[in-house]
């Protein structure tokens, strides 16, 4: 059986109790009470499970336990299977699993470890799961036969004395450890399992040994405790609603972290990037804790902005690569999240951190993005002139007195609208007036007066383009495509009227008064969806329409960007 609903389930109650920082997972069968406790330490690489079960028989009982992973170390497992070797070191009492294949880029050493003695392992996926076909098996509360299937749901190394020590080279690859143990009557014992990664196996085997004491375990697990109630307490907001309380007094803010910055993760995208807008639009609602997360997130990003102004749609830290696009909006959220911060704390001193930016080939006249590793200039220059560095980019009109809006926007699906070059984006507007209207502040506070007059100039200017080609008659539009189309428009079959334009004419300040409210007004006859309690991103969505306005047309009409939402803690 486990002592989680999953993969073996018995007929008994499972609850789970999720905490900021853990999650305790409680089961009772067989006499015995079962209670698993699951979290990361603060500083160390690994996962700890205590394991604590409660023998409420009057008799002895041994439990044979076995603890399964499927790894990866790499990014498919097609790839990794046949290359990952286990080798287990007796004296540490530590199973170190290794990519061959990947050896370079992978330089982790992942292991598992326990505070019991690892009697056997394997690392063969197909002899632990057993053969996928129908067994005559013993059910033993019963005494009847039953037919059932090899699997996770009913592993073929449950029945064997011990695992075979398998490393696993060649093979389908597992990681599987069997533990031994006796709980005499009505007694108690905790055990802890440790799976983890570090850079070197000195390391590796002096964290196993710090938590093979399930002491140690529990004094870490009251550290995070501590650690999340006291950052999360911070911020406490009281409505007559309990349940938006619950979600609101430290709920949202522990998934930002851990989900988005942390994990780098989310219910759409499980790719571990760093996305550059998306990671900085997560530390927005943050400040209220802890502004250090938004600068520290800040700077990180900064050091991904390439010496021409534009920047990495995303990247991942581990291996240095990222995507060099088109996409016209990223790097403006640098200078926004840079005028959140000083407004919110009054601390100037960020503007003259100095960061290196990252340098390589420029995209050609048809190429719309490349997927490449970048390097880090030698020099440096401050958060200011990065700033500045991604305002004067952006400012690339089109015809209409609009920003360009290249391969896509905060709508990424937006993806074939500009990618002549020519198509420009109202949304962008507003938000290019917004950033300027934050940052001339900022020009005028470091002394460059010239500069804070200019941006003052295109600001009055991009108004006025925003308040006529960019007014539909009861909205605003969305964009005009390379073509000349507009989107957004009353005119259209599909995408007659977009949210953020309208939002954004409020936020940004940028929308002539009458405009504002009419569009206000506008939006929620159109887009608020009182039955199904949602508010939609666009109406009508795309799907069988002439307009091509990218792979938002991909999506099912009202999923993610085509028509739903996709919401940042900015947006919260």
């Known amino acids: 059986w486990t002592p989680t609903a999953m993969p073996m389930p018995d007929d008994k109650n499972y609850n789970v109790i999720y905490g900021f920082g853990y999650a305790k997972y409680i089961h009772s069968c067989d006499e015995i009470l079962q209670e698993l406790e699951v979290f990361v330490p603060q500083e160390e ?72 003695k690892i009697k056997s392992f394997t690392g063969n996926k197909k002899t632990f799961l057993g053969e996928q076909r129908d067994v005559i098996l013993k059910e033993h509360d019963k005494g009847t036969l039953k037919t059932n299937s090899r699997g996770i749901s009913n592993p073929s190394g449950l029945h064997h004395m011990r695992l075979d020590n398998d490393s696993g080279i060649g093979k389908e690859s597992c990681i599987a450890i069997e533990i031994d143990i006796e709980i005499e009557s009505f007694s108690e014992k905790k055990i802890s399992i440790i799976l983890g990664a ?37 911020l406490q907001v009281k409505t007559p609603y309990e349940s938006l309380n619950i979600m609101l007094n430290g709920w949202t803010m522990y998934q930002t972290i851990t989900s988005r ?51 990495e749609h995303w990247w991942h830290a581990e291996t240095g690569k990222g995507i060099r696009t088109r996409i016209s909006d990223d790097l403006l959220w640098l200078a926004y999240l840079t005028t959140e911060y000083i407004n919110s704390t009054n601390d100037y001193s960020i503007l ?15 190429e719309m993005e490349r997927y490449d590793k970048y390097t880090h200039t030698e020099f440096e220059e401050s958060i200011y002139k990065h700033c500045i560095k991604a305002i004067e980019k952006t400012l690339n009109f089109g015809k209409n007195g609009l920003p360009k809006i290249g391969t896509g926007d905060w709508n990424d ?70 073509d000349g189309d507009a989107l957004g428009s009353m005119e259209n079959d599909e995408c007659r009227i977009d949210s953020i334009a309208q939002s954004w004419s409020v936020i940004s300040n940028a929308g002539d008064n009458d405009k504002k409210y009419i569009s206000m007004e506008s939006l929620e006859n159109h887009l608020i969806d009182r039955e199904n309690g949602i508010i939609k991103l666009l109406d009508p969505p795309f799907e069988k329409g002439k307009l091509e306005p990218g792979y938002i047309k991909a999506y099912m009409p009202g999923v993610r960007e085509n028509g739903g939402q996709y919401t940042h803690e900015c947006c919260c």
């Open 45 to 116: 690489s690994c996962k700890i499970n205590i394991l604590t079960l409660k023998n409420n028989a009057p008799k002895k009982k041994k439990i044979k336990i076995v603890y399964y992973v499927k790894p990866v170390i790499g990014e498919d497992e097609i790839k990794s299977d046949g290359y990952i070797k286990l080798q287990y070191e007796e004296n540490s009492n530590v199973l170190v699993a290794k990519n061959l294949y990947n050896v370079d880029e992978f330089k982790d050493t992942i292991y598992v470890s326990s505070s019991e």
């Open 413 to 482: 699906g937006f993806s074939n609208v500009g990618s002549k070059g020519i198509g420009e984006s109202i949304w962008l507007g507003f938000f290019l007036y917004n950033v300027l209207d934050r940052f001339i502040p900022v020009c005028e506070y470091k002394g460059d007066n010239e500069l804070a007059q200019k941006y003052e100039e295109i600001k009055n200017k991009l108004k006025k383009s925003l308040n006529t080609n960019g007014w539909d008659g009861r909205w605003y539009k969305r964009a005009y495509t390379d």
């Open 261 to 311: 910055l942390l994990a780098r993760s989310g219910f759409y995208q499980s790719g571990g990037a760093y996305g550059f807008r998306d990671q900085l639009q997560d530390t927005l609602g943050l400040k209220y804790i802890d502004p250090e997360i938004l600068k520290n997130q800040i700077i990180i990003h900064s050091k991904h902005q390439f010496v021409e102004g534009d920047v």
């Open 352 to 366: 003259d951190i100095e960061t290196p930016y990252v340098q390589g080939k420029i995209l050609q006249e048809n």
């Open 198 to 234: 570090d850079e070197t196996p000195v390391i590796a085997k002096d964290v196993a040994y710090k938590y093979s004491k399930v002491q140690n375990c529990n004094m870490e697990l009251s550290k995070i405790k501590n650690k999340w109630n006291d950052l999360l307490g911070r």
